[in-house]
């Protein structure tokens, strides 16, 4: 082997070898869909919606030939770190501002009920007062029976108020009884009548 070959190699598999399997994946910006990267700001504009997304540091965000492609600035943990962040944050926006993202919680219990006026969430979970919650800017609301659909084209801010939503009257392992979401599912815990009962 020449000097410096095993230099070579190891330099080779920094740059290629750790390469984020998500990161290296160029979005296609979908029809409709405008995009404009500055300075640390990138701007997605779509039907549904107008989002802004801050630049991780350490990665770089290009727009080209109707795809928009991320880089790493170095080969640090980091740099590898944020760019596979980076490019799912953006392909999360992209498809945001064409089509919404949604969360579906049911709502369990005699009594509890949700309904949506103008801005507000009102919600009648067993307490001495309804619950009033301010709906954010860009997040919408349907209740149909005991179901609340939450959806907005930023994905990461409706799941933030589905389980803000959520952590008002969490599900009990007993009856069931709270809010949770429509695909989770709950361990249910015997009450002390019935393990006594099933322990004689």
């Known amino acids: ?8 190699a190891e330099s080779c598999f920094l740059k290629f070898g750790n390469m984020s399997k998500i ?5 296609k910006i979908e029809s409709g869909v ?20 801050r630049v991780l540091p350490w990665v770089e965000v290009k727009e080209a030939d109707g795809e928009i492609i991320v880089s790493p600035l170095s080969q640090n943990k ?20 064409s089509g919404d993202f949604s ?25 001495s007062h309804p619950i009033k919650f301010d709906i954010p800017d860009g997040i919408k609301m349907e209740v149909a029976k005991n179901t609340l659909k939450i959806f907005g084209a930023d994905k990461s801010l409706v799941g933030q108020v589905a389980a803000k939503i959520r952590s008002f009257r ?31």
Do not use: H
């Open 1 to 8: 082997m020449k000097p410096g070959a095993k230099k070579s």
């Open 23 to 27: 990161g290296k994946q160029p979005i």
């Open 34 to 53: 405008s995009v404009k990267a500055v300075d640390d700001v990138v701007t997605i504009v779509g039907k549904n919606a107008s989002l802004e997304v």
């Open 78 to 97: 980091q740099a590898r770190s944020n760019w596979g962040t980076m490019r799912a944050l953006l392909q999360n926006a992209v498809s945001g501002v």
């Open 103 to 127: 969360k579906e919680l049911i709502i369990e219990g005699v009594g509890y009920r949700a309904e949506v006026s103008g801005k507000t969430l009102n919600l009648n979970l067993g307490y």
């Open 170 to 200: 969490k599900p009990e392992p007993y009856n069931g009884k709270g809010i949770r979401y429509n695909n989770e599912v709950i361990r249910r815990k015997a009450g002390k009548k019935a393990a006594g009962s099933a322990a004689k």
